[in-house]
């Protein structure tokens, strides 16, 4: 049967990769497994469909709406502006703004996109008027956007946390520590990069200034700022769950949008909530067609069966979690996040508590995998994002981007692999 599950994931990776449509190259793989593989497929729909009644995915859609609402708000705008009050005066601290902002906006959204389509318009047109090449302010706000799916809210492992049954409040304290590393990162490269340009700054302001301007700006942005305040406390105070913080981010975004800020009219309110609908439309089929195939491999133990195939081979765990997380780059690099993890994490689980990795941790390694997935090619669909709302061709983005991703992402991976207690401290803090 591991022939047949093989056969399987390579038709759902090989339709994906020409750019089927996802329930299709889903239905290819279900296909495979019905009529190959002798799988009883009523029973299992009907467990598909049960599972999807979980309140814990009722994030998602709330969490993806609220997302939505903030790109055509102002509250983007406003975080902008006010970070660039610090550092904007810094050769290269524009490109900081862009790093810390779009790590704002995910520990908001949730969502890896979001960066891209609320900060992409209004920095990357900016970043190139001041001196920067369009193709790298492209290459820095799509890869900084990945950064929504480590810095918590995440979407991602709320489905994780869903599919391993593992607290989704640890798999946020997993990754948030990598995030912040990685966005630590990207502000070092791009400040090294920036010395090559040619660029424009703001004249330092003196101390007064730089009050001045911060506590306007700061009154501005204030309630923007209060948001992830408000998200994240709730959730790691124990006040709220994540669901619960996901409907009082859609809350009060659409006040916030419509009242202070006034970005939010009828007509784009109406078409955030249309993107949405679509976009959680999408994903809700996604999730299940990817339940249903995960359960015929764990009715097939299939899991099992590829535990004992790779200890086979070896026993070293160096080597291993260097092959996993190969594994989880290559499979990151031709699926979205969402379905990897769906698919992966079930499959994996077994041979990682064999390696005595723990889910926590777990989660940490496969959120930093399949985020760089989002921006390297051929899936890269926040990279392909990115260069459409940037205004430049795919093939320029790329090189600055890889630069950005080898220097300031794969030594993190690494380190969330081999370093527990990157991603294992704060679990433990809160008593995970």
Partial sequence: ??????????????????????????????????FIGDVTMKGMVLWGVQQLGNPVLLAIPLFVLAGTIMSESGIAAALLRFVNVFIGHVRGGLGVVAAVSCAIIGAISGSGLTGVSAIGPLLIPEMAERGYPREYATALVANSSILGLLIPPSVTMILYGWVTDTSILACFLATLLPGLLIMFNFSVVNLWMSRRFNLVLDEKPSISELSVNAARRGVHAFPALLMPVIILGGIYGGIVTPTEAAAISVIYAVPVGFVIYRGLRWDNFLLAGKEAATSVGAIMIMILFSMILGQMFVYESIPQQLVSSIFGVTENKVVLLILINILLFLIGMVVNDATAILLVAPLLLPLMQALDVSPIQFAAIMGVNTAMGGVTPPYASILYLGARVGKVKVTKVIPPAMILILIGYVPVVFLTSFWPDLSLYLPRLFGY
């Fill in 1 to 34: 049967m591991t022939e047949i599950a093989l056969l399987a994931i390579a038709a759902l990776v090989l339709t994906l990769s020409l750019g089927v449509p996802l329930p299709w190259c889903f239905g290819a793989a279900l296909a495979v497994m019905y």
